[in-house]
């Protein structure tokens, strides 16, 4: 399995940014699709951003739309999500995960990802 490792993660006003990391072990990302997850509590993980690394469209569901931004390194082995205008309600932790699929799926389901990391909490309050 991919190791991934989150970082980036903290405490920030509403209408704030933070930018998290999803680092590899080194390994090329061209093979994978990465996505982006965030769990608070009480509640089911939730899919909420994914890259294929092959090239297609990323994807953002429509809560972060226009707000957050997938972005990949293949130099640096990796994968970045830009979060703008944070809100209270985005307040979680977040977690970044592998899957071999050649795409992004319609949905991003955990179930459809293998590798995950440990996660970084996100707090965002005044």
């Known amino acids: 399995q991919l190791q991934l490792v989150e970082s980036g993660g903290g405490l920030v006003q509403p209408g704030g940014s933070l930018r998290l990391s999803c680092a590899t072990s080194?390994?090329?990302?061209?093979?994978?699709?990465i996505g982006w997850f965030r769990q608070a509590p009480g509640k089911e993980r939730e899919g909420i951003s994914c890259?294929?690394?092959?090239?297609?469209?990323?994807v953002n569901v429509d809560s972060v739309k226009g707000r957050f931004t997938i972005s990949s390194d293949s130099t640096k082995h990796t994968v970045d999500l830009q979060m703008d205008s944070l809100k209270p309600e985005d307040t979680a932790v977040y977690y970044c995960?592998?899957?071999?699929?050649?795409?992004?799926?319609?949905?991003?389901?955990?179930?459809?990802?293998?590798?995950w990391g440990q996660g970084t909490q996100v707090t965002v309050s005044s």
């Open positions: 890259i294929s690394i092959g090239g297609s469209v990323p």
């Open positions: 995960a592998a899957s071999s699929l050649p795409r992004c799926p319609r949905s991003i389901v955990p179930s459809l990802f293998d590798s």
């Open positions: 080194g390994v090329r990302l061209d093979y994978y699709t």
